[in-house]
């Protein structure tokens, strides 16, 4: 079936550095690709979303584009915050949510 | 919008009882919930599909008359751990979709739950 390959990490982080969290997918088809993140202590939350190839997602700073050619859906941001620590979670939809293994972020001041 | 909870947040229930966990859409009609598990530190492992009005589609490997599934109403689906184990305790969270395209789900606050 549909899979999810992602970076496990977990990645530390100075403040304002750059953020890349790769994934890659697995499908038979072409399916919508998501990137939830989940805060300490909190559900999951949706941060972007592509539903075709080349599609762009972006929200609060991090992109992640939808590249059919490699099979991937990299997760940036230009500058990262304190306040972006959490646990990043790349999925695809194939009745229902397959999800990455997840990637905890930590950013120190 | 597109609000989920879920009820109760956490439960404590002894080896050998039944618990019942609800999931609901606060603002929308949901004909399709899911529901996953998530372990400590892990990813979360979809269990099965729920679709208003009809039987629960399980995952491979995913014990169909212990994690009795019903969804009896467009907003609420319920899960029920039947004669639980220590080995089912975990973090149970529900989502539902909008209908509305795009396939975008929206998840639940989740479950703690732990069988002493």
């Known amino acids: 079936g549909d899979s999810v390959t992602q970076m496990e990490g977990p990645v530390t982080l100075s403040e304002e550095a750059f953020l890349t969290i790769n994934c890659t997918y697995t499908?038979?088809?072409?399916?919508?690709l998501f990137w939830y993140v989940q805060y300490p202590g909190e559900g999951l939350q949706l941060l972007l979303k592509?539903?075709?190839?080349?599609d762009k997602g972006s929200n609060k700073g991090f992109e992640a584009t939808y590249r059919k050619e490699t099979t991937s859906f990299h997760l940036e941001k230009g500058s990262v915050q304190v306040s972006d620590s959490a646990v990043y979670f790349c999925?695809?939809?194939?009745?229902?949510?397959?999800f990455g293994a997840g990637t905890r972020l930590t950013v120190k001041p | 919008g597109a609000v989920v909870s879920q009820h109760p947040s956490r439960v404590i229930c002894k080896s050998g009882t039944s618990v019942k966990i609800e999931c609901r859409s606060l603002?929308?009609?949901?004909?399709?919930m899911f529901w996953y598990r998530q372990f400590p530190k892990k990813s979360l492992m979809l269990m099965a599909t729920?679709?208003?009005?009809?039987?629960?589609?399980?995952e491979q490997g995913v014990e169909k008359d212990k994690f009795l599934i019903n969804h009896a109403s467009l907003t609420l689906s319920t899960l029920t751990v039947t004669s639980a184990h220590p080995e089912d305790s975990s973090f149970y969270i529900c989502?539902?979709?909008?209908?509305?395209?795009?396939?975008?789900?929206?998840f639940g606050p989740g479950t703690r739950l732990t069988v002493t």
């Open positions: 499908a038979t088809g072409y399916p919508s």
């Open positions: 603002d929308f009609q949901a004909t399709t």
């Open positions: 592509a539903t075709k190839a080349d």
């Open positions: 989502s539902a979709e909008t209908g509305t395209g795009g396939y975008e789900q929206y």
């Open positions: 999925a695809l939809s194939d009745l229902g949510m397959r």
């Open positions: 729920s679709n208003e009005g009809s039987k629960a589609t399980y």
